[in-house]
């Protein structure tokens, strides 16, 4: 009886000393996948063998009891990552990073973010954010509910455009729910993949993780799965083989456009996480795909910018709009593409 408590407290002592540095709920339709599997769809940059490690050192949870690394998993189960460390991402490093600031004033700031700035310190990017430029610029930021400074919102590192932060408590506290009741207003402009059929429309779709490929999103137009999610799109020139549209959002959620856009047939030009970095329109020409090519190095990236942003000041209660232009990447690849149709017959159907 001595012995079991002994252990039974040595358990207690050593669940204090963990901290928890991932944690995933596997969707309803989840198909039974061993955990080392599983976790590898999830974290970039882990190796099996490290999470087999993990596993066999106790730091793999799944509904809060330790597992080998063959456990599989089923619908609704929560795995967690479990470490003797706190994250990484807690422990922020002040680095002077120049910071492209559209506004400021005593209670937030505007920024045009760069593409290729990731917005805060995550697995594998635990420097070099915004959130560290955010802290070597500015004391005393307001932590969100993730326990990130100033921040309100975010983009992906490949997307480049607006992002309002948030200096006191009480700014970030009103700038949150303007985001969450869906009056502020956002509009992207993208470059997608094919002739975009209607001159306007409106996407409608839950978002959640894709049951095989974790590191999507995907749409589940049923509902049971996912947030809800509402994406409203304007063409804005035709070239053909693509389409620049303007992407205005009535939600927020992960990779909406990218995902919203793909679900309706229209990947983003050279997003290579859906499938956008291949030829999915036009001609088997080898100059065509050598002028694709030239396109893609133009445009290392996704081709989307957060290009207005517009909200309601927490103080003056005045809604403030900022607009953008299209930064010379982007912008480059867009000319090619416009040059392109002008001389060449494309097949708007292909």
């Given amino acids: 009886m001595l012995n079991s408590e002994m252990n039974s407290n040595q358990d207690a002592d050593f669940d204090e000393e963990l901290y928890e540095h991932h944690k995933f709920v596997s969707p309803k339709g989840q198909s039974l996948l061993r955990v080392d599997k599983f976790l590898m769809q999830l974290i970039e940059n882990a190796t099996r063998n490290k999470i087999q490690q993990a596993a066999t050192d106790g730091n793999i949870w799944v509904n809060d009891i330790p597992v080998k690394s063959n456990y599989r998993v089923k619908p609704f189960d929560v795995v967690r990552v479990m470490l003797s460390h706190p994250p990484f991402e807690n422990h922020i490093i002040p680095e002077d990073i120049p910071l492209d600031i559209v506004y400021e004033d005593d209670v937030l700031l505007v920024i045009n973010k760069p593409a290729g700035l990731v917005v805060h310190p995550g697995h594998g990017n635990y420097t070099g954010t915004l ?76 978002i959640a993780r894709h049951v095989k490929d974790r590191m999507q999103m995907a749409v589940f137009p049923d509902g049971e799965i996912g947030k809800h999610a509402v994406t409203h799109y304007k063409v804005l020139e035709r070239f053909g083989y693509v389409t620049l549209v303007s992407c205005k959002l009535e939600t927020g959620r992960t990779h909406q456009i990218r995902v919203h856009m793909k679900y309706i047939g229209h990947t983003l030009f050279n997003d290579e996480r859906y499938g956008g970095n291949l030829i999915l329109k036009g001609t088997t020409f080898t100059k065509y795909k050598q002028f694709i090519d030239n396109c893609f190095k133009t445009l290392p990236r996704q081709a989307l910018h957060a290009k207005t942003l517009g909200f309601e000041h927490p103080t003056t209660k005045e809604f403030m709009s900022f607009n953008t232009y299209i930064p010379q990447d982007m912008a480059e690849c867009i000319e090619k593409w416009r040059n392109y149709s002008k001389s060449h017959t494309t097949d708007e159907d292909e």
């Fill in 131 to 206: 959130v560290n430029a955010l802290a070597f610029h500015f004391d005393n930021l307001p932590m969100n509910s993730s326990e990130r400074p100033g921040l309100v919102h975010r983009i992906d590192k490949n997307t480049s455009g607006l992002l309002v932060v948030a200096k006191t408590e009480a700014a970030m506290t009103h700038l949150a729910k303007q985001f969450e009741d869906k009056s502020s207003e956002r509009e992207y402009v993208a470059l997608v993949w094919g002739n975009v059929k209607d001159d306007e429309g409106t996407i409608e779709g839950n």
